[in-house]
């Protein structure tokens, strides 16, 4: 008996100190280990590190958003309507290509197909469009829909919502803000992206960044500037050259100013866009301009280096979201640098040129929900909540000392041990607390004094009807020991259930519940019964336990 | 200590109180919830903005309703929150009148355009201290350079006065300031704070009366599919744990167990009801609690009727029942009340974040721990007086076997 109480206080000790060990060690650096706290100061650097708290309790921004995925197919079925058009050309079909959208779904609507041609326009669809659907269209034998298969465009609409995620990663990583998430949520057809900032109070800026697309291309110049769309299209009979497209922009004659309005007549086809850039900085120009100045990749530069060498003279047209920014005369070929000049402020410079550093978008992004808790709001939460949990636990602990004796203190000790493990354990799988978490731990405090309650009342039944001490302990643990599994196993599978299909709040209630309640199975049961053991063997034969 | 010494109360000669007791509550709420339309649910599930100010006296709020009024947001609503000395208002909108799908946060822009309006913008060039962020106050040191931290090197003086600039930023968002100074004096109390700062803080600050310290915006979708979440991922969870222990009891424990707990969440959303209180989310993550410590309560009883079932041979189901609820009252009344200790703890000192959260626990703590003895022990009673063909007074001894019969 005594060997094997040794042995379970071992282990009891060891796993105390595995979680305080979990708690207080931060490694301040990857260099470190261990970061043994030696001053108090660290050692609350240590726990403020170890213990991460949730965006409500610590203040900072909560957006919730939707990537529009669709985007990303109409996108696909634009490149596509090109490609078909070009093929159609090259097979002699003299057939239509219209784009249309039906219910969210989006193909190709291909009309007079001659009668001979069908067949070729099966065979077309299968060799050149394989993630393709080319179907018969009801009441027109000469038409057909071109449409994407289903597997195809779930693969386009997730490799979209990946993209962005990274987008949007790589631009909120180059905001500086620190320890930010960003995850899928909701369903699996939602799209929708979470992304807490702790710390950011004012979302606007970043929400600005995060939706910003950016698109950036640079294209040779045909014609222009005109003063409006109308002269534009005047000055070449009304029709366009099928290369090239319109685009407004503002000529700057004076170098300052927002100068007056422009139409550039632009190549369809970009000399280099987006992503072709390696860096972009914000910088000024020799008059004193905001700016952003950028390098091309390697492939990039030879594309530039080749388009400006055969165009000098011309102007290239910088192009940011289908506005034409500035349109610089190619003085001689430029390889792999270019600036984009002038912007309206220093700030926009800046957030532009992060944003082209972060790559595009590839759908746009709708705002589904914002919340931001203030930091003084956070700290009010965190301060009223502890004087509150210890307020609580002091009532609770006193109360099972003045009810218990003796034995109130062993459950005291289990309840402390038990929220120790919990803490260790939110530390060790690197879990946020937030406040539906803390309506677990309480849960859990509330089940782990009904577990001693339950084996203590046992005890005492058990005493009333005369047992020996030794006996009466050993009953009440084995009697209470059938009901504290049932009631604690029931908690756990809800909130496994919980876990598993809940989302946010839900899950971070779930997570600290069933920590919590397998901590106090082995509190209450393993440890409170050590004790009780213990005490029983250091006791005078007769002498009655304190309960 | 020993509050009760083996207590004999019969529970199921009264079970007919209990149970119009509990009827009555349940149709006073479900009138009050039909009455109201429905439950009234908080931003998180309704969609719509909140934005939380505090102000630094007084607040006038119908000068406020009328300034909301002349910018259209006539529908806004305003209340008062938090201690009286705190002077805190949340303005809410809801999501007809603001949202559009392009801009979510259109209406707290609005609201905070209609603060700015109200209290004034301040003297000319000048930045509100009060709604400031670090960066901001910052970049006003950098320039101001009241330290003479420049001639170091750019990073240098960019590095201190960052630091500086969270200081001062922290000092204002902790107790007891809470978001607002009255006077920039008040931050000499900061380290590193020299006359020569607060001079240049003065020239480029002002204090406005009020702070922005939350803001809320929910869109439609997120609402609904927050709410429908919730409901189904509760149900699951009560189906778990019906089936848990159907297991380890019987079926029909698992049935009384679920009624009860269904009770007690009906019961409690009716009260929210009878109170006009919100159903937000931290209501929901109480109502999670509330399921999980009601279902608690109930086993324990479930364990002893079970138990007794097995050691007493010749006993009526009624005696039964009782004598397992006598003696199981000790340590429930304990618990209960302990954990009562705990949540009210938690409602009187918890602060303003946390009270729809710890109100429904402290109700959920009575009601669960009644249910057990009011709705489940009763539903179990009847069940075994029905198929025991009211042979009241002889051991019930089908089931008997039944339950020896599952244990294993």
Known sequence: MEIKIRTRVIIIAAVMLLCVFGIICYPANEQEMVGFPRTFERLKENVRNRIRLGLDLRGGTHLVLQVQVEDAINVTVDLAQERLRDELKAKGIPANVEKKTEDRRTYLLITGIPQDKSGDMQTLATEQFPDWVLARRAGDPAARELSLKATAAAAIRNQALEQSKNTIRNRIDQLGVTEPTIAEYGGQSDYEVVVQLPGVDDPSRVKDIIQSTAMLTLKIVQDGPYSSREAALAAHGGILPPDAELLPGRRDTSGAGPGTEAWYLVNRIAAVTGRDLRDAQPRQDENGRPSVNFNLTRDGAVRFGRVTGQNIGKQLAIILDNRVIDAPSIQSQITDSGRISPLPTVNYASDLALVLRSGALPASIKYLEERTVGPSLGADSIRHGVVASIVGLLAVMGFML?????????????LVLNVIILVAALAYFGAVLTLPGIAGVILTVGMGVDSNVLIFERIREELRMGKTVGAAVAGGFEHAFVTIIDTHVTTIVSALILFTFGTGPIRGFAVTLTIGLLANLFTSVFVSRVIFDYVLTKREKGEAISI | MEFFHEPKIDWMGKKWYLIGLSTTLMVAGLVSIAVHRGLIYGIDFRGGTLVYVKFSKQPDLDAIRSELKRVHLGEATIQRYGAAQDDEVIIGLDLGTTASADALDAGKRAIVGALAGLFGVGPAGKVDFNNASPQTVAE?????????????????????????????????????????????????????????????????????????????????????????????????????????????????????????????????????????????????????????????????????????????????ILDLVNRSINQTLSRTILTSGLTFLAVLSLYLFGGEVIHGFAFTLVIGVIIGTYSSIAIASPILVSFYQRVGQNRIGVKPRVYEREAAGTRR
């Open chain 1, 402 to 414: 003045v009810y218990y004796k003796g034995s109130g203190v062993n459950a005291n000790l289990a």
């Open chain 2, 140 to 316: 006003h040191l950098v320039v101001g350079d009241p330290l003479r931290l420049a001639f170091k090197g750019t990073d240098e003086a960019l590095t201190g006065y960052r630091e500086l600039s969270e200081a001062l930023v922290n000092f204002r968002n902790s107790p007891p300031h809470s978001g607002l100074i009255a006077d920039l004096q008040e931050l000499r109390a900061v380290t590193g704070v020299t006359p020569a700062v607060l001079e240049a803080l003065g020239k480029d600050f002002y204090l406005s009366q009020y702070a922005v310290r939350n803001t809320e915006i929910v869109g439609p979708k997120v609402g609904g599919d927050l709410r429908k979440q919730a409901l189904y991922v509760t149900l699951a969870a009560l189906a778990a744990m019906l089936v848990y222990i159907w297991f380890r009891f019987e079926l029909i424990y698992g049935v009384a167990a679920v009624i009860a707990t269904f009770h007690d969440v009906l019961i409690t959303l009716g009260i929210f009801s009878l109170l006009n209180k919100e159903i937000s989310l931290t209501v929901i993550a109480a109502l999670l609690t509330l399921v999980g410590y009601s279902m608690n309560d109930t086993i324990v009883v479930f364990d002893r009727i079970r138990e007794n079932l097995r050691l007493t041979k010749r006993e009526n």
